[in-house]
């Protein structure tokens, strides 16, 4: 298997920048795959937003998800309910699925000294429902970068869109040349990225603890959005189902994973069985 690209431009895009301003570009979004909105909500939120999930955390309402090692779920409470609505993001959605825009999940993804593992090579969108152009809008609560964490990008590769299966992704089949993208990320910066993007995050090294929000974007006419955001949407199907708690959303009577999770459970079972 061989993949070709258009490496040059994408590399040019990189050294000039274009994927990190102060104005959304659409255009860049699609060619690359990731854009960085300077500002994005603004360093008062993400202020705001800090000091609600700290103080929630030291509360015990909010806590690290059981088998997701930098995830917060958040979905129980309404504090961050207003994230869509800001006036700086307001001027986004026009620009998503004709102006109808919906949005599935919001969680909080932290990384710091007491979790400090990488995040391996991966692509969101064979975890998604629904059509494929999807996003993530991670919002920096804290500054983002090369030594706490941040998260990194192979650019373009959204085109190769869903790849059939989930888990490790191999970069030694990307086109020679092809550049990671590391941007660091200042309280109340936005990074958008396209679900199929190739992505990963290094471990914790030093620094402050690393803290997005992740808003999660659809097509507001999609069966699975649960809040729209933008618009008026035509669609009658609906879909009530909470994607972080995903393990209670099963569209299968069998299914691949099921029948994994099976022949592991059976396999532990005999292991232990023989001693």
């Given at each position: 298997?061989?993949i070709?690209?258009?490496?040059?431009e994408i590399?040019?895009l990189?050294?000039?920048?274009?994927?990190?301003?102060?104005?959304?570009?659409k255009d860049?979004l699609?060619?690359?795959g990731f854009f960085?909105l300077?500002?994005g909500i603004?360093?008062?939120?993400a202020?705001r937003y800090?000091?609600?999930y700290?103080e929630?955390s030291?509360?015990?309402?909010?806590?690290?998800?059981?088998?997701?090692?930098?995830?917060?779920?958040?979905?129980h409470?309404?504090?961050?309910?207003?994230?869509p609505?800001?006036a700086?993001?307001?001027?986004?959605?026009p620009h998503?699925?004709?102006?109808?825009?919906g949005?599935?999940f919001k969680r909080?993804?932290?990384?710091?000294a007491?979790?400090p593992?990488?995040?391996?090579?991966h692509q969101?969108?064979?975890y998604q429902?629904?059509?494929?152009?999807?996003?993530s809008?991670?919002?920096?609560l804290t500054?983002c970068g090369?030594?706490?964490?941040?998260?990194?990008f192979y650019p373009?590769?959204?085109?190769l869109?869903?790849?059939g299966d989930?888990g490790?992704l191999?970069p030694?089949?990307?086109p020679?040349?092809?550049?990671?993208?590391?941007p660091?990320l200042?309280?109340?910066?936005?990074?958008?990225?396209?679900?199929?993007?190739?992505?990963?995050?290094?471990?914790?090294v030093?620094?402050?603890?690393?803290?997005?929000i992740?808003?999660?974007?659809?097509?507001g006419?999609?069966p699975?959005?649960?809040e729209?955001?933008?618009g008026?949407?035509t669609?009658?199907?609906?879909?009530?189902?909470d994607?972080?708690?995903?393990e209670?959303?099963?569209?299968?009577?069998?299914?691949?994973?099921?029948?994994l999770?099976?022949?592991r459970?059976?396999l532990?079972?005999?292991?232990?069985l023989?001693g």
């Amino acid at each position: 298997m061989k993949i070709t690209a258009p490496v040059s431009e994408i590399q040019r895009l990189v050294d000039e920048g274009a994927y990190s301003q102060t104005t959304f570009q659409k255009d860049v979004l699609e060619t690359l795959g990731f854009f960085v909105l300077r500002a994005g909500i603004g360093k008062e939120n993400a202020e705001r937003y800090l000091h609600t999930y700290r103080e929630l955390s030291a509360q015990g309402v909010l806590m690290r998800s059981e088998f997701h090692s930098t995830e917060v779920k958040i979905s129980h409470v309404d504090h961050f309910d207003d994230l869509p609505k800001l006036a700086e993001l307001q001027n986004v959605w026009p620009h998503l699925y004709g102006g109808i825009v919906g949005t599935s999940f919001k969680r909080i993804l932290a990384k710091a000294a007491d979790s400090p593992n990488p995040v391996i090579l991966h692509q969101d969108i064979c975890y998604q429902y629904g059509e494929t152009e999807q996003y993530s809008f991670f919002i920096a609560l804290t500054e983002c970068g090369l030594t706490n964490g941040g998260l990194k990008f192979y650019p373009g590769t959204h085109k190769l869109g869903y790849l059939g299966d989930a888990g490790t992704l191999n970069p030694e089949i990307l086109p020679d040349g092809l550049p990671v993208c590391s941007p660091v990320l200042y309280p109340g910066d936005v990074v958008i990225m396209h679900s199929s993007t190739w992505h990963f995050s290094d471990a914790f090294v030093s620094g402050n603890e690393r803290i997005y929000i992740e808003l999660h974007v659809l097509d507001g006419n999609s069966p699975f959005s649960r809040e729209t955001i933008a618009g008026t949407p035509t669609n009658g199907w609906k879909v009530d189902y909470d994607p972080v708690m995903r393990e209670d959303a099963n569209f299968f009577v069998r299914s691949r994973s099921q029948s994994l999770k099976e022949a592991r459970a059976e396999l532990a079972e005999l292991q232990e069985l023989r001693g």
